[in-house]
């Protein structure tokens, strides 16, 4: 075990890791070997980073993992992927405890601050690391002319973004299923499942109509640049656009948020998407889409962020008609200043350099603190392990597993396969057809590319 290597699980691409290399980046100019690797794929890096300190997204991840992980001595810090939770009902259930965890907020740790303390896990309420790109010099990386020609714009319209976060929308009923149980075993206070279902299709449904009637009113006006949300199916979004020949839409895929608020003039989100404090960050004027079930699903202060909200396509237009066509002043900088400090808790452009410095003081200080490894973990790690096991014997014995560890791989590596049957193209990218996540996974070397954007701006 190399008590010099950290090793960063990287959820996703595009949101994830532009900030994740940032810390790591850090971390490496004060002596650390640092490596990097999507979520699942430990495999592909674990044998040469052989890592003391592993980095994880969230609370969950892979129990079987972190249990053998920490039988093996090695610390386990969680970095969290999605750390400002709105819901008006939600905890995970603290399966292993972490050694190290990062807060964005002190709402969220007042979840688990007992139990996590108790276990002697350290605690950190460090804010929201990704909101670093919204300073000098790391917004300097985003160039709105070379952004706007990826995407074929070249025009000097108005441009709309919107960010949809629809994702589990698309789920057939079979995939619902496996979502309800997942989230059963992982959160011990949760909304009802098939609510969300419920309101993200509704969302979607709202956003498509308005999509479809905008055509007529602000196709000489107006561009709309459309990001799924990360874990989404972009080839709806595509389809939707060529089918109905949305001449004045566009698809936004491969790129960050960052790339998305850059070039936008109003922003559109749904209801309480965190894109929308983004673009509030930004001083851009923005609207969420909402439904009759987002007040029982959600908390009225996020709900009540944005200058807009909306509840059908008519109501989305009469804004746009305000704010594009016919400008009005807006000044929201005390709400949004108010909300980032409550739940973003910094905003100052060295969230990720703080992080990178509390774990380089966690490693040689806090770090060497007694953990209760007890025999009652030994034995959760190894009735776990047997479980996992038996299941694999019955998969394999009843219906094989070739067929799902090739479904995996051509969900998280399609650019290996040749058959293209599986698969839909876009920007001469492989899409699985079923799942629609475009290039989610990082690759080994993909540091290298904002390592040198780092370097370039003298970072």
């Known amino acids: 075990m190399n008590s010099n290597s950290i090793l960063f699980i990287v959820d996703h691409k595009h949101r994830d890791f532009p900030s994740l290399s940032l810390i790591g980046y850090h971390l490496e100019k004060l002596g650390y070997n640092i490596y990097y690797c999507g979520t699942s794929m430990e495999n592909e890096i674990f044998e040469k980073s052989n890592p003391k300190f592993i980095i994880i997204p969230k609370l969950t991840y892979s129990t079987p993992n972190q249990?053998?992980?920490?039988?093996e001595g090695r610390k386990i810090i969680i970095i969290e992927t999605e750390g400002n939770n709105q819901d008006k009902s939600i905890k995970y259930r603290v399966e292993v405890f972490p050694d190290l965890y990062f807060f964005w907020n002190n709402h969220v740790k007042s979840?688990?601050?007992?139990e996590l303390l108790y276990n002697n896990t350290k605690i950190l309420v460090k804010g929201y690391y990704r909101s670093?790109?919204?300073f000098k010099p790391l917004n300097q990386i985003f160039n709105p002319d070379k952004i706007k020609a990826t995407l074929g714009i070249n025009n000097k319209k108005k441009i709309v973004t919107i960010a949809t976060s629809t994702q589990d929308s698309h789920f057939s009923e079979k995939r619902v299923e496996q979502k309800v149980k997942i989230r059963k075993n992982n959160f011990s206070l949760t909304a009802d499942y098939r609510l969300i279902i419920r309101n993200m299709r509704k969302l979607r449904k709202i956003t498509e109509q308005f999509l479809i009637d905008q055509k007529e009113l602000f196709n000489e006006e107006i561009n709309f640049v459309i990001k799924p949300h990360p874990n989404e199916s972009v080839i709806y979004w595509n389809k939707l656009i060529e089918k109905n020949n949305l001449k004045n839409c566009y698809l936004m895929v491969g790129k960050n948020i960052?790339?998305?608020?850059?070039?936008s003039d109003f922003h559109i989100s749904h209801n309480v998407c965190t894109t929308t404090a983004e673009a509030m960050m930004c001083n851009l004027a923005t609207l969420e889409i909402n439904t009759k079930y987002s007040k029982d699903l959600y908390l009225e202060d996020h709900l009540g962020l944005p200058d807009y909200r909306a509840f059908s396509s008519q109501e989305v237009i009469k804004v746009l008609n305000r704010e594009i066509l016919k400008p009005t002043a807006i000044s929201h900088s005390n709400k949004i200043e108010s909300y980032v400090k409550e739940y973003f808790t910094l905003f100052d452009g060295k969230r990720c350099e703080d992080y990178a410095y509390s774990i380089d003081n966690f490693i040689n200080n806090d770090q060497k603190a007694p953990q209760r490894l007890s025999v009652k973990l030994k034995l959760k790690y190894y009735f776990?392990?047997?479980?996992i096991k038996i299941k694999y014997i019955i998969k394999k014995l009843l219906f094989g597993l070739k067929d799902e560890r090739k479904l995996v791989m051509q969900v998280n590596r399609p650019e290996r396969f040749k058959d293209g049957k599986e698969f839909y193209e876009i920007n001469d990218q492989k899409v699985h057809k079923d799942w629609g996540l475009f290039d989610n996974k990082i690759k080994l070397d993909d540091y290298k590319y904002w390592y040198k954007q780092f370097s370039k701006i003298g970072i």
């Open 67 to 71: 249990l053998k992980w920490k039988l």
């Open 111 to 114: 979840l688990y601050e007992k």
């Open 258 to 263: 960052n790339e998305l608020l850059a070039i």
């Open 132 to 134: 670093d790109y919204y």
């Open 384 to 387: 776990l392990i047997s479980i």
